[in-house]
């Protein structure tokens, strides 16, 4: 309960610097800056919590923009071996037992709050970061895999293979384990958004909505309020950062 | 015997330590192209003595905390200090050529970044890595 | 009290050299392995993206638990103070010594990184069973050299009784730790909480019968008299335990089977047409289970130290056959993401993942083996592990004499 308050609280002052900003200085273009234009000097801070919400009714079976996107994005090859190759964000495709009725679903890490990954791994490579990002750091990741082992969404992908050509904001190498960073490099950057998010958008699907669930007047915080939707696996207790609506 | 054995690894030790600090970079030809500024983030005294402590506090706090400043950024030193060779390529990571690898090679320190992390400057138009920009 | 058994130091022999030319090249084999690994990456295994923990997982958790059983032998003689184990203290604490190195090697060298291993000493995250474990193994080791020292110098053979009850604590500690690694994993209908009993009852049985396969091989390798009477009494172990497994087994099984979201996966393991099925039936009940006891009952095997080997040798197969099926059948099943939908996708969801172990695996565990022998058979050369007789006239002593004199009767 005191947590909450907590977080109250601290939304609330954001929320009267805010104020104060907009009535003193400038327009609402401030505002956006205050809350999300980081400089690149400073770190993340947990008053953001970045997630994403999927609405599968917008998504189509046949469409995988999402997909090369994010393997663009992150320079994630093909081998030719379906059971060791990369994938940070797959579509599955669901079909109801009783009527049959089939659904596409983009599936990703799902950037848990009390992620089962970062319980098992024996080095704290696998984290979590102050706005609520799963990562794995690369530098102390042994390759164990057993955050992979205890991952409820087989979100995670281990390198098989010697790896050349990385792209310089996408570092990936064998011998570690990987999975979605939300574009990490994008956010830090001040973009905001994610390349699968991009790529839907620009395809017209409009089915995955990017954005800070601890800001009440972001457009993900606004649909989440307005419409059902789902947590994957929310028996679990998990708290994740990526919801489904339409399933 | 046992006074016999710790003599040898002492031996050893001193050898590989002594033979180590005699390696210096004063003689190595480096093909960095002044173009693109004058002098490097740190004098050259520090980044060669220093550079390791650098490139490992930036990675800690841009994996960690998401600081992304580019001045001790390995994409950095990169984009400045790997030039295309006179075929117009840029040198591989494995070859001595390679700025990194010129020192790193002759003291048979290893490199673990480039297991990871591109060893080439990216041409941003392109969209690949190591592909010259025109 | 003071140890009064007479030990030897093993000489070089024909036995020796066999033994130490098989030991080097199950190490070639995983060296070999382990270098194309590094070199090449894990898409040579036949591990993957859905079955991430493969064959040299089986190897080592097998190595590590067989290590922790192993030791029960010198547990029973300084805890339980059971005289006629006595002579085998040194032995057992040495064997689980070797079999230790020899599944951390193979869990090290089966690493994405293993050049990282510091990494893995050095920072650790306390919520990971893992990163615990990683204390159990080195502590075990510490513990049992002490163990060790308090067995072999006269002046301190009164401490053995409690180092021996600290190191039994340990290693039971230990073993708990490793099954609670599957204990964790929160989305896996396979594993529950009782897979820490299960291991730690399947550590007693791997340790009692590779035991008694090493004292067979010093009875004809190396000269040194097995007696029937510890040839029975190991009989009698290995029945306990091959019981003890059975009833956690049957116990797990049956507790799942209770769990309607576990009908799936119960009914996937035990009667549908797979390979883990045929493993489950065959491999672990025919051979590890049903089979053995049939020899240990039998009137004329039971009695032979041959039959006893043949049932120790089945119930090691048996019991590696149990660790492969706990370990790759949970990943192979799929995880249910979405009850109530079918699903399907390139990245394997809904569907049951194939694990075909390749060659490289195999070589990786082996050598894990072959380090366990190899460092057996270095200590046993250096130092007086190996008691010169084990005949029943030496190990029991007084009692020999009135069974002679009732024979006698």
Request: net charge neutral.
């Amino acid at each position: 309960m005191k947590k909450y308050e907590l977080k109250l609280n601290r939304r609330n002052f954001l929320k009267n610097s805010a104020m104060l900003g907009v009535s003193t200085i400038a327009p609402g273009v401030f505002f956006q800056e205050l809350a999300y234009g980081r400089a690149l000097d400073e770190p993340a801070s947990s008053k953001i919590r970045w997630g994403m919400l999927i609405n599968t009714n917008q998504c189509t079976d046949e469409c995988d923009a999402c997909v090369t996107a994010c393997n663009e994005e992150h320079g994630i090859e093909d081998f030719g071996r379906p059971t060791t190759d990369t994938q940070w964000i797959r579509k599955i495709t669901l079909t109801e037992e009783l009527s049959k009725k089939s659904i596409s679903v983009p599936m990703m890490c799902q950037h848990c709050e009390n992620p089962p990954c970062v319980d098992v791994c024996p080095t704290g490579a696998s984290f979590i970061r102050d706005d609520g990002i799963v990562l794995v750091n690369k530098h102390t990741c042994i390759g164990c895999r057993y955050c992979m082992m205890s991952c409820p969404y087989k979100a995670r992908s281990f390198v098989h293979e010697n790896l050349e050509n990385q792209l310089p904001h996408a570092p990936r190498g064998k011998g570690c384990v990987e999975s979605c960073n939300l574009c990490v490099h994008k956010i830090d950057n001040g973009e905001n958004n994610t390349a699968c998010a991009e790529a839907c958008q620009k395809d017209g699907h409009q089915a995955i909505l990017f954005g800070d669930l601890n800001d009440e007047e972001s457009d993900i915080s606004k649909q989440l309020k307005k419409y059902a939707t789902k947590e994957v696996r929310s028996d679990l207790g998990l708290n994740t950062a990526v919801r489904y609506r339409g399933i | 015997m046992y006074k016999r054995i710790s003599l040898k690894i002492l031996v050893t030790f001193s050898l590989v330590f002594f033979s180590g600090a005699s390696i210096t970079h004063e003689n190595m030809q480096h093909n960095i192209d002044k173009s693109s500024g004058e002098k490097c983030v740190e004098p050259t005294d520090v980044m060669r003595a220093q550079h390791h402590i650098f490139l490992n506090q930036q990675s800690h706090d841009t994996v960690v905390k998401g600081i992304r400043t580019k001045k001790y950024s390995l994409n950095n030193c990169i984009n400045c200090h790997i030039k295309p060779l006179a075929d117009g390529t840029y040198p591989s990571v494995k070859s001595e050529e390679h700025f990194c690898s010129g020192c790193h090679i002759a003291a048979a320190a290893q490199v673990e970044c480039f297991d990871c992390h591109a060893s080439k400057p990216f041409n941003k138009v392109v969209k690949k890595v190591g592909v010259l920009e025109k | 009290m003071r140890d009064k058994t007479e030990y030897m130091v093993v000489e070089f022999s024909k036995a020796i050299l066999l033994y130490g030319i098989v030991a080097l090249s199950l190490i070639g084999l995983g060296l070999f392995s382990f270098i194309t690994l590094e070199h090449e990456g894990h898409w040579l295994t036949g591990m993957n993206n859905q079955v991430v923990w493969g064959l040299p997982h089986v190897f080592a958790i097998f190595l590590i638990i067989a290590a922790s059983g192993i030791l029960n032998i010198a547990s029973i003689s300084s805890v339980f103070n059971i005289k006629i184990y006595k002579p085998l203290g040194r032995l057992s604490a040495l064997l689980a010594i070797c079999l230790l190195t020899g599944g951390l090697i193979v869990l090290v060298l089966d690493l994405g990184r293993p050049d990282r291993l510091v990494v893995a000493m050095t920072t650790f995250n306390f919520k990971s069973i893992f990163a615990w474990n990683i204390f159990l193994y080195s502590g075990f080791m510490a513990v049992i050299a002490i163990y060790l020292w308090m067995m072999f110098e006269a002046r301190y053979n009164k401490f053995v009784g409690k180092v021996g009850a600290f190191a039994f604590a340990w290693r039971v500690t230990l073993t708990t730790g490793t099954g609670s690694i599957f204990a964790f994993l929160v989305a896996k209908e396979a594993y529950g909480a009782l897979s820490a009993p299960l291991f730690i009852a399947l550590s007693l049985l791997m340790g009692t019968a590779i035991f008694y396969k090493i004292l067979f091989w010093m009875d004809r390798g190396l000269g040194v008299p097995l007696g029937a009477e510890i040839i029975s009494r190991f009989r009698k172990l290995l029945i306990y335990f091959i019981f003890t497994v059975l009833y956690i087994t049957v116990l797990a099984h049956l507790t799942s089977l209770y769990i309607t979201k576990n009908h799936d996966f119960e009914f996937f393991l035990l009667f549908s047409e797979n390979i883990y099925t045929f493993l489950f039936w065959v491999g672990q009940i025919g051979l590890g289970t049903i089979i053995p006891l049939v020899i240990l009952y039998n009137k004329k095997l039971s009695k032979s130290a041959l039959g006893i080997l043949l049932a120790s040798i089945l119930v090691i197969l048996g019991g590696f056959i149990m660790l492969y099926i706990i370990i790759i059948s949970g990943q192979a099943y799929p995880l249910d993401l979405f009850p109530g939908y079918n699903e399907s996708s390139t990245f394997y969801d809904g569907a049951i993942s194939a694990y075909t172990p390749s060659i490289y695996e195999v070589m990786l565990g082996l050598g894990g083996v072959g380090i366990s022998a190899a460092i057996y058979i270095f200590a046993i050369m250096v130092l007086d592990f190996t008691p010169k007789n084990l005949g029943d006239e030496y190990t029991l002593g007084k009692e020999y004499k009135e069974k002679l004199i009732q024979n006698e009767d």
